[in-house]
Structures are given as structure tokens and as C-alpha cells.
């Protein structure tokens, strides 16, 4: 949040729809690709110059404007003057610090959505914003590499339903696929609290404890992005818009239950986490009290024969026991026969159990 907010002090003072970068920086230059398809070919055009978008595009194809990096505002800005996307929309492109969004205008949709990954240890999400206008898609991904590859090679290969589908078809599948990225993010966190369970059962720490509302934490910013992704498929599914096809809204529902199967699944992964802290705690407790315990009872084992050694150790001048021969053995025979019934008296408490 901090940093978040560091960064929003760019825009202090700038009219409202101006393009500022907030994100992370980024030296690696954006990528342009135009790809083309209908049921029968596919091209695909790196852009290096936006003003080649209007020589390559037709009606005849489906259109998909693909940029991968939106930390240049000046391309952001020329390929909205291009596809006559307002200042506002512009303004939410490169915001990638931006919740999930749906707006629905003249000129087609926009989406803004996360895409999710888990290295183990942090939750990270990429910044994607979808246009959809008609026959044209535009997407705008914040991370430089290909996050749609998979989606342009069944374009290319011709395989499933794509090639032979309109644009709002390709926007279903590009939302398909980020919400299928969710399930492999929540499979990798499950194994993680696998992780952790196996490490509050062998010897938990103040670290354990830590690794856990680290991503207890995490899990809750994740259901705040499902949760307003899944309002997002609802209003696409509640549109009226002559962009989507009704035969779209089959594929709506498909993806509408999905997220909401997610959803579940990140609720059950966060009662787990606050189960493993409490039973954390519980452990530590625990291993406190075993401690103390071991340590009352070497106290009080100790205890009767510090009197005795006490007593033997004033210097007084008049002790008839230092005179007797067998003093000595005797007062460790003693000794040795408290510590004994000592120890007796103990398990019979089951105190070492």
C-alpha cells in the first residue's frame, strides 16, 4: 500500500485522463504485435510503428492488437488516439497498481483483470487490460513477456473453437486463461501450506509463525481481486450489448462457476492458515509448558538436598554429626533416597508425561 501510494503522488496536480506510468519501472521496450484470423488463415504483424496498425487493418478478420509492456505512455497514447479509446481508459492502462475493472461505453468494453503466479513465497500479479470494440481486441499487458502465447499458437495451429469465432470469443479465451492461471496459483499455495503444516508438526518458530501471516495476508489480497473479478463475468453476462453474441453467455456461466469454485478454494485456504496458527500457538504453548514442567521438577528435586548441603555448610563450631565416622555416607544415602522417592512420587503424578 505504501508504495502504492508513493507512486499515485506522480499524478498530484495532472489533469484527470493524463497517461502516467505507475508500476514498476521497466528498461525492456515494449512489443506491438497485430494478428489477423479468420477461419481460414492467420497472420501476425510486428508493429514497430503504431501508424502501421491502420494499413493492416481490415473488417474482413478478426483483429488483435496485442502490447506487451505499458510503461511508454507516449505508444499507449498514440494507439489510443488510433482506436479512439478515452483518456480515462488510457489512464487505467498504465495504472498497474489498479483493481480489477468493467466498463461498458459506445465503442465497446474494458476490462482490466490480474494475472496471478507463486513462486513459493510471494504472490505476484500482472496487470492486464482487455478492449474489446467491434471485430478488434486490444490487449495491454503489463509484463513484457508473452503472457498470451499459448492462446496465439491455438491461433495459429487453428485448434479449438478461436479461428472460427468472433472477437468476443477471443476476449472469453483470453479471460479463460487468466482465471486457469488462478487454479495452478492456488494448487503451488496449497502445496506451500502442505509445507507449513509439515513444519508446525516437526519444530515451528517465531519464523513459522511469520511465513504463515505472511501469506494469510496474501491469500486475503487474493480474494479481493476473485471477488471483483467474479462481479466482472456477472455484468458480462447481464450485457445487452450487441458486441457479445448470445451464444457467449454459455461460456460466461462456464467462467462465471469457475471463479466462484475459486473462490471457495481460496476461503478454505484461509480458514486452513488461521487453523495451522492457532494450532502453531498451541504447539509453542505447549513445548513452554513441557519447560517449565522439566524445570519444576529439577527444582524440586534440587531443592531438599540445597537444604540439607546448606545446613552441613554453616561453620558452626558445635555439629556432633561432623564426629560420627559414617556421617558422610549416610547423608548421601540420604540424599539419594529423597531424589528417589522424589522421582517416584512424580510418575505416580504422571508429571513426565
Given at each position: ?17 493524463e ?41 474482413q ?14 505508444l ?13 481508459i ?35 500479479f ?14 495491454f499487458?503489463e509484463?513484457?513477456?508473452?503472457t ?9 495451429q487453428?485448434?479449438?473453437?478461436i ?11 483470453l479471460?479463460?486463461?487468466?482465471i ?35 501469506l ?9 481481486n ?9 455484468l ?7 458486441l457479445?453474441?448470445?451464444k ?16 471457495d ?24 509448558n ?11 528435586i ?5 537444604f ?20 558422610y ?20 503424578k504422571?508429571?513426565?508425561?
Amino acid at each position: 500500500m505504501t508504495k502504492y501510494l508513493k507512486r499515485m503522488v506522480k499524478k498530484a496536480g495532472l489533469p484527470p485522463g493524463e497517461v502516467v506510468h505507475i508500476g514498476p519501472e521497466k528498461s525492456d521496450p515494449p512489443t506491438v504485435t497485430l494478428i489477423q484470423y479468420n477461419d481460414q488463415n492467420a497472420h501476425f504483424y510486428p508493429i514497430h510503428d503504431v501508424k502501421d496498425i491502420v494499413s493492416y487493418s481490415d473488417n474482413q478478420w478478426v483483429n488483435w492488437l496485442n502490447v506487451q509492456g505499458v510503461h511508454d505512455p507516449t505508444l499507449i497514447r498514440d494507439i489510443g488516439s488510433i482506436f479512439n479509446l478515452h483518456g480515462l481508459i488510457l489512464e487505467d492502462v498504465v495504472n498497474t497498481r489498479g483493481l480489477p475493472k468493467f466498463e461498458e461505453g459506445g465503442l465497446g468494453f474494458f476490462i482490466v483483470i490480474k494475472a496471478i503466479s507463486f513462486d513459493g513465497h510471494t504472490i505476484s500479479f500482472d496487470h492486464i487490460a482487455i478492449c474489446l470494440q467491434e471485430n478488434a481486441i486490444l490487449s495491454f499487458q503489463e509484463c513484457t513477456q508473452d503472457t498470451f502465447k499459448v492462446i496465439k499458437d491455438r491461433i495459429q495451429q487453428k485448434k479449438g473453437k478461436i479461428s472460427q469465432k468472433k472477437a468476443d470469443y477471443l476476449m472469453y479465451a483470453l479471460f479463460d486463461y487468466v482465471i486457469d492461471t488462478y487454479f495452478d496459483t492456488l494448487q503451488k499455495i496449497d502445496v506451500r501450506i502442505s509445507e507449513l503444516n509439515q513444519e508446525v508438526d516437526d519444530f515451528p518458530t517465531h519464523d513459522t509463525l511469520k511465513r504463515i501471516q505472511a501469506l494469510k495476508k496474501q491469500i486475503l489480497a487474493l480474494k479481493r481481486n476473485f471477488w471483483t473479478t467474479r462481479d466482472i463475468v456477472l455484468l458480462l453476462k447481464k450485457s445487452e450489448s450487441p458486441l457479445l453474441s448470445k451464444k457467449i453467455g454459455k461460456y460466461l456461466t462456464d467462467l462465471h462457476e469457475h471463479i466462484g469454485h475459486i473462490i471457495d478454494i481460496s476461503e478454505s485456504f484461509r480458514e486452513e492458515l488461521i487453523d495451522l496458527s492457532e494450532r502453531h500457538l498451541a504447539v509453542i504453548n505447549l513445548r513452554s509448558n513441557d519447560i517449565t514442567k522439566m524445570l519444576t521438577i529439577v527444582s524440586s528435586i534440587f531443592l531438599p538436598l540445597t537444604f540439607v548441603t546448606g545446613v552441613y555448610g554453616m561453620n558452626f563450631k558445635f555439629m556432633p554429626e561432623l564426629e560420627q565416622p559414617y556421617a558422610y555416607p549416610i547423608l548421601l544415602i540420604s540424599m539419594v533416597v529423597v531424589v528417589t522417592l522424589l522421582f517416584a512420587f512424580f510418575k505416580r503424578k504422571r508429571w513426565f508425561e
